[in-house]
T-cell receptor, first 116, second 114 residues
Framework: EPEVTQTPSHQVTQMGQEVILRCVPI?????FYWYRQILGQKVEFLVS????????KSEIFDDQFSVERPDGSNFTLKIRSTKLEDSAMYFC??????????????FGSGTQLSVL | AQTVTQSQPEMSVQEAETVTLSCTYD???????LFWYKQPPSRQMILVIR??????QNATENRFSVNFQKAAKSFSLKISDSQLGDAAMYFC???????????FGDGTTLTVKP
């Protein structure tokens, strides 16, 4: 089965540093997402992206966050100046819209971000 | 705003027995999808089963089935013949049709006793 891939699997950074989390969605998918999960807590929506622009974002996704699809395959999440509370597992996901048989989210295996 | 509630933080079941995990949700939409995800210690999000709101028939996937009560906004997961590998955190999730964000519950940690 096709899968969403994320790199790196674990990222350690110093507070205040910029980080870029990378994702390769499934090739024929059109919608892309970032979610995060603080250890022991629920999965929270950050942002969705379609047709090269943000389609929806949560209150968590403030000016410190940005997303980009720099080429035809990668989808990135940038955190400009990391805070301790940004430490979490970040999941990328993608979906194929328009086909009811495939209205489901495919998740990557996540990037664990640790901010020291 | 949509909300998803899982009222059971922890559940346990004896191997080979059946367990039901509860989920309720709140929405004003009429067309949406409901999902159960399994998250083992590796923290990978694995889709277990999904239900389209417009379908009255409950979804089933091998040992996993749901009891979807649309009027009551209830979506429970039944695991039959529980196996040790079923031990994980289970999340219920809601997503409106036409793409968009998914809203997750707080999760239920399932322990399977040998």
């Amino acid at each position: 089965e096709p899968e969403v891939t994320q790199t790196p699997s674990h990222q350690v950074t110093q507070m205040g540093q910029e980080v870029i989390l990378r994702c390769v969605p499934i090739s024929n998918h059109l919608y892309f997402y970032w979610y995060r999960q603080i250890l022991g807590q629920k999965v929270e929506f950050l942002v969705s992206f379609y047709n090269n622009e943000i389609s929806e974002k949560s209150e968590i996704f403030d000016d410190q966050f940005s997303v980009e699809r720099p080429d035809g395959s990668n989808f990135t999440l940038k955190i400009r100046s990391t805070k301790l509370e940004d430490s979490a597992m970040y999941f990328c996901a993608s979906s194929e819209v328009g086909s009811s048989a495939n209205e489901k989210l495919f998740f990557g295996s996540g990037t664990q971000l640790s901010v020291l | 705003a949509q909300t998803v509630t899982q009222s059971q933080p922890e559940m346990s079941v004896q191997e080979a027995e059946t367990v039901t995990l509860s989920c309720t949700y709140d929405t004003s939409e009429s067309d949406y999808y409901l999902f159960w995800y399994k998250q083992p210690p590796s923290r990978q999000m694995i889709l277990v089963i999904r239900q389209e709101a417009y379908k009255q028939q409950n979804a089933t996937e091998n040992r996993f089935s749901v009891n979807f009560q649309k009027a009551a906004k209830s979506f429970s997961l039944k695991i039959s013949d529980s196996q040790l590998g079923d031990a994980a955190m289970y999340f219920c999730a809601y997503r409106r049709a036409g793409a968009g964000k998914s809203t997750f519950g707080d999760g239920t940690t399932l322990t399977v006793k040998p």
